[in-house]
């Protein structure tokens, strides 16, 4: 089944203490993306990749990093994790690069920073 | 930067009655606008999509949404709802060249009541 994958689903953890949110897809697609999801603010980009070792900015990256090594994989990482973090985390894949080629999003990733 | 208004965050209608959901950009070139949809606990799903071919879009689950460039309007109907369509909708808009970046509004919770 062509799908994207968020692990973990859950994630309770403190301020400060490193993690990592991983997103895989099987459709052999270019361009990969995380979005973060705050009530009252709909949907705000991240960090996108266009292609292997191919990585931006998006809206709101202070405080994330992401790593592109392999086509199917797009890690989110938090390297210090704060409060204003917490929120629910999209990764999103598209066939190609341009604003034709939908979208795909996996389940989301629901994050508490305390 | 482009942008894009949905005007009500809840929207209440009886079931069979019209759904409308309203859809407002600001691009200064001609955008790529979107409806992405989330269920309750999951990701978003593309209902249809608007790239500059027929200003009347026809999506999944009966739904539709008509681009007037005069109006910088891209909103959503359905002409009876369904107690399953109970969900966030999300409008959103893509500048041609931004390398699939999509910008989202904020959604609107839609309730069908019996």
């Known amino acids: 089944e062509a799908q994207v994958t968020q692990n973990p689903r859950y994630l309770i953890t403190v301020t400060g203490k490193k993690l990592t949110v991983t997103c895989s897809q099987n459709?052999?697609?270019?361009?990969m993306s995380w979005y973060r999801q705050d009530p009252g603010l709909g949907l705000r980009q991240i960090y996108y990749s266009m292609n292997v070792e191919v990585t931006d900015k998006g809206d709101v990256p202070e405080g994330y990093k992401v790593s592109r090594k392999e086509k199917r994989n797009f890690p989110l990482i938090l390297e210090s994790p704060s409060p204003n973090q917490t929120s629910l985390y999209f990764c999103?894949?598209?066939?190609?690069?341009?604003?034709?080629?939908?979208?795909?999003f996996g389940p989301g990733t629901r994050l508490t920073v305390t | 930067a482009q942008s894009v208004t949905q005007l009500g965050s809840h929207v209440s209608v009886s079931e069979g009655a019209l759904v409308l959901l309203r859809c407002n950009y600001s691009?200064?070139?001609?955008?790529?606008l979107f409806w992405y949809v989330q269920y309750p606990n999951q990701g978003l799903q593309l209902l249809l999509k608007y790239t500059s071919a027929a200003t009347l879009v026809k999506g999944i689950n009966g739904f539709e949404a008509e681009f007037k460039k005069s109006e910088t309007s891209f909103h959503l109907t359905k002409p009876s709802a369904h107690m399953s369509d109970a969900a966030e909708y999300f409008c959103?808009?893509?500048?041609?060249?931004?390398?699939?970046?999509?910008?989202f509004g904020t959604g609107t919770r839609l309730q069908v009541t019996l």
């Open positions: 999103a894949s598209s066939l190609g690069v341009g604003e034709y080629y939908e979208q795909y």
């Open positions: 691009s200064s070139v001609p955008p790529y």
């Open positions: 459709m052999n697609h270019e361009y």
């Open positions: 959103a808009v893509s500048d041609p060249g931004t390398a699939s970046k999509l910008t």
